[in-house]
C-alpha cells in the first residue's frame, strides 16, 4: 500500500509525461511480479483515480473525522480493496455505523501518505496526473507491447484495469482476445469542447454533423436475439432499471446490435425534465437483481424516451471505424425518427447557429459537432466529436480552501464556494479546483494564507470570506449536501475578480433563479 501511495505523490510531482508513465511502469512491474494478477487491477484503477467497486457508499463527509495515522506501514494493496469490498456490501439497519467503524479501522492502519492517497481516492478528488492516456502508455512499457494494441484493447474490453492485468500476463497474445463483442460495455467515445458552431466547424474542416445534446443519461445498448443489456457511461449495468429502453431495443428489425443512446425524462410538452428527474431512475443498486426499487412505479412516475445517436454494430458487423456519415447511415435504416436525435449536416454557419438556438429554446444543453469522416473512438476524448453549449458564470466568494496533493502539495488548491445571502452570510454551493494555473495556485495560496480564519495545518482552512471568484458552470441542480440544497454542475475559475467586494457577489436568489429557469 505505502509503495502505490508513494508513486501516486511521486507521479504527481512529476512535470513530464514520460516521467509519469516510467515511475508508473515500475509499479506495474512489481505488481505483475505478483501472484494474484488481481493486484494489477486495482493499482491501474486506483492510479487511475477509480475503484473497482465503482461506489463503496463512503462520501466527503465520513472523511472529515479521521484517526490519527499509524507511525509504521502495515497494509497491503488488496486488503484494502477487501475492505472496500466489505464496506461497500454493508447494508440495512446500523449500516452507516458499521461503515463508519470499518473505514476507521482502515485508516488507523494506514501512514500519513496513505491516508492521505485513501481520502483523496474516496473522495474523488485524486489529482497526480495518471489519466486513463497516461496510465495506458504505463501498460504498454511495463508489458513491452505496443500502445496502440492496448488502447485498442481498453476500447474494446471497456476497463484499462482487466486489460492491464492481461498485458502484464499474457502479453500481445493476451491483447489481441479483445475484441467488439455484443454484451460487453465498450468504454463511449468523449467529446471536446469548442467555443461556439464557428469554432467547431473551422476544426472539424468545415462541415459538421450538428446533433442536440440532451441533458438526458448516456446508455449503451446491448441486444443479442431478445437478450438486451444496458450499460451506463461508467459501464454499469442498469438493465432492471430501464424497461423502456429494453423494450425500445426489441422494437428494432434487428438480432444483433451494440447502440449508443440517451435515456431522458420528458414533460408531456416534450422538453426536458431537469437531469435529476432522469437520475433518479438510475444509481446504486439498479443491476439485474434490482435490489428494493420499484421499476414498476419508478416508470409510472416519470417514464423515459429513448434517443439514439449512434450505432457500433449490427448483425455481425462492427461499425464503430466506420466515418460518422456511414453510421448516420445504417442508424437512419434501422432506428424510426421518433427514437432519433435531431440533426443537421451543414458547412453554413448560420445555419448552425440557428439550430443552436432552436435546441437551446427546446430546453437542451446545446449540439453535438461531429467530423462527418471521424470513425467511433470509443474510450477517448476525440477531436471528431465536439461539444458546444452555452457557459453561465457566477462571481462568488470563496469560503475555505483545502490543501493540494501530488504536483499541487504545498499549495492550496480546492475552493469552497458560496453565493451571498441577503439575509446575511454566505450559502455554500460546492467545491472545485478546476481551471486553476500554476501562478493562479501560487496566488492563492498566498491570499488565503492572510485569510486565514483559524488553524492552517489541516485538510481544510477556513478563511474569511472577502475574496470574489468568477465561475463558470454548467447548470445548477439539486444537492442535499449543501445548506442551499443547490450546487453547480461541473464548476471552474475562470478568474479572481479583485475589482469586486463580497458584497457584489451574486446572492443565492440568483442562483436559485437559474435553477427555476431550467439551466
Given at each position: 500500500m505505502l509503495d502505490v501511495a508513494t508513486a501516486s505523490a511521486e507521479v504527481g510531482a512529476a512535470s513530464a509525461r514520460s516521467r509519469k508513465v516510467a515511475r508508473l511502469a515500475d509499479l506495474l512491474r512489481r505488481a505483475g511480479d505478483h501472484d494474484d494478477p488481481r493486484l494489477i487491477s486495482v493499482v491501474v484503477a486506483?492510479?487511475?483515480?477509480?475503484?473497482?467497486?465503482?461506489?463503496?457508499?463512503?462520501?466527503?463527509?465520513?472523511l472529515r473525522s479521521l484517526p490519527e495515522p499509524a507511525e509504521e506501514p502495515g497494509l497491503s494493496v488488496l486488503e484494502v480493496d477487501d475492505r472496500f469490498s466489505e464496506i461497500r456490501a454493508v447494508t440495512g439497519q446500523g449500516s452507516q455505523a458499521r461503515r463508519a467503524a470499518l473505514l476507521a479501522d482502515l485508516f488507523g492502519r494506514a501512514t500519513a501518505i496513505e491516508q492521505t492517497f485513501l481520502r483523496r481516492l474516496l473522495a474523488?478528488?485524486?489529482?497526480?496526473?495518471?489519466?486513463?492516456?497516461?496510465?495506458?502508455?504505463?501498460?504498454?512499457?511495463?508489458?513491452?507491447?505496443?500502445?496502440?494494441?492496448?488502447?485498442?484493447?481498453?476500447?474494446?474490453?471497456?476497463?484499462?484495469?482487466?486489460?492491464?492485468?492481461?498485458?502484464?500476463?499474457?502479453?500481445a497474445a493476451a491483447l489481441a482476445a479483445f475484441t467488439l463483442t455484443v454484451g460487453v460495455p465498450v468504454g463511449p467515445m468523449l467529446a471536446q469542447t469548442a467555443a461556439d458552431v464557428g469554432d467547431a466547424l473551422e476544426r472539424l474542416g468545415g462541415t459538421a454533423v450538428f446533433e442536440a445534446k440532451l441533458d438526458g443519461a448516456r446508455v449503451q445498448i446491448h441486444r443479442s436475439g431478445r437478450e438486451v443489456a444496458v450499460f451506463t457511461r461508467s459501464l454499469d449495468d442498469v438493465t432492471h432499471r430501464l424497461?423502456?429502453?429494453?423494450?425500445?431495443?426489441?422494437?428494432?428489425?434487428?438480432?444483433?446490435?451494440?447502440?449508443?443512446?440517451?435515456?431522458?425524462?420528458?414533460?408531456?410538452?416534450?422538453?426536458?425534465?431537469?437531469?435529476?428527474?432522469?437520475?433518479?431512475?438510475?444509481?446504486?443498486?439498479?443491476?439485474?437483481?434490482?435490489?428494493?426499487?420499484?421499476?414498476?412505479?419508478?416508470?409510472?412516475?416519470?417514464?423515459?424516451?429513448?434517443?439514439?445517436?449512434?450505432?457500433?454494430?449490427?448483425?455481425?458487423?462492427?461499425?464503430?471505424?466506420?466515418?460518422?456519415?456511414?453510421?448516420?447511415?445504417?442508424?437512419?435504416?434501422?432506428?424510426?425518427?421518433?427514437?432519433?436525435?435531431?440533426?443537421?449536416?451543414?458547412?453554413?454557419?448560420?445555419?448552425?447557429?440557428r439550430f443552436l438556438d432552436r435546441t437551446l429554446a427546446a430546453g437542451h444543453e446545446g449540439v453535438m459537432a461531429k467530423s462527418p469522416s471521424a470513425p467511433y473512438e470509443a474510450g477517448r476524448r476525440g477531436a471528431g466529436w465536439l461539444k458546444v453549449k452555452p457557459v453561465h458564470t457566477l462571481d462568488l466568494v470563496v469560503l475555505a480552501v483545502e490543501w493540494g496533493s501530488g504536483r499541487r502539495t504545498g499549495k492550496l488548491?480546492?475552493?469552497?464556494?458560496?453565493?451571498?445571502?441577503?439575509?446575511?452570510?454566505?450559502?455554500?454551493?460546492?467545491?472545485t479546483?478546476?481551471?486553476?494555473?500554476?501562478?493562479?495556485?501560487?496566488?492563492?495560496?498566498?491570499?488565503?494564507?492572510?485569510?486565514?480564519?483559524?488553524?492552517?495545518?489541516?485538510?481544510?482552512?477556513?478563511?474569511?470570506?472577502?475574496?470574489?471568484?468568477?465561475?463558470?458552470?454548467?447548470?445548477?441542480?439539486?444537492?442535499?449536501?449543501?445548506?442551499?440544497?443547490?450546487?453547480?454542475?461541473?464548476?471552474?475559475?475562470?478568474?479572481?475578480?479583485h475589482d469586486k467586494t463580497p458584497a457584489e457577489a451574486d446572492t443565492i436568489d440568483t442562483v436559485r433563479a437559474i435553477y427555476e429557469r431550467g439551466a
Open positions: 486506483w492510479l487511475s483515480g477509480e475503484l473497482l467497486q465503482r461506489q463503496i457508499g463512503v462520501g466527503w463527509a465520513s474523488g478528488e485524486l489529482r497526480q496526473g495518471a489519466l486513463i492516456g497516461v496510465m495506458a502508455d504505463a501498460v504498454a512499457v511495463a508489458a513491452d507491447v505496443p500502445a496502440a494494441t492496448v488502447r485498442r484493447a481498453a476500447m474494446l474490453g471497456g476497463a484499462l484495469p482487466t486489460v492491464a492485468a492481461a498485458a502484464l500476463t499474457g502479453g424497461p423502456e429502453v429494453v423494450e425500445a431495443a426489441l422494437a428494432l428489425p434487428v438480432d444483433e446490435l451494440i447502440a449508443d443512446a440517451e435515456a431522458i425524462a420528458l414533460r408531456p410538452d416534450g422538453r426536458p425534465h431537469r437531469f435529476q428527474v432522469t437520475a433518479s431512475r438510475f444509481g446504486r443498486g439498479g443491476g439485474r437483481g434490482g435490489g428494493r426499487f420499484d421499476v414498476a412505479a419508478a416508470r409510472a412516475a416519470q417514464p423515459l424516451s429513448v434517443f439514439v445517436f449512434d450505432l457500433l454494430h449490427v448483425d455481425g458487423t462492427d461499425l464503430l471505424d466506420l466515418p460518422t456519415s456511414r453510421r448516420v447511415e445504417a442508424l437512419d435504416a434501422l432506428v424510426p425518427s421518433a427514437h432519433r436525435v435531431d440533426r443537421l449536416v451543414t458547412d453554413s454557419h448560420d445555419a448552425a447557429a488548491s480546492n475552493i469552497h464556494l458560496g453565493a451571498r445571502d441577503p439575509a446575511g452570510g454566505f450559502v455554500m454551493l460546492g467545491k479546483f478546476k481551471g486553476m494555473t500554476d501562478a493562479m495556485l501560487e496566488w492563492q495560496t498566498a491570499r488565503f494564507l492572510d485569510l486565514a480564519d483559524g488553524p492552517t495545518d489541516g485538510y481544510v482552512v477556513r478563511v474569511r470570506p472577502e475574496q470574489v471568484v468568477e465561475i463558470a458552470f454548467d447548470g445548477v441542480q439539486r444537492s442535499s449536501r449543501y445548506p442551499g440544497g443547490l450546487a453547480l454542475r461541473f464548476a471552474r475559475v475562470l478568474r479572481y475578480r
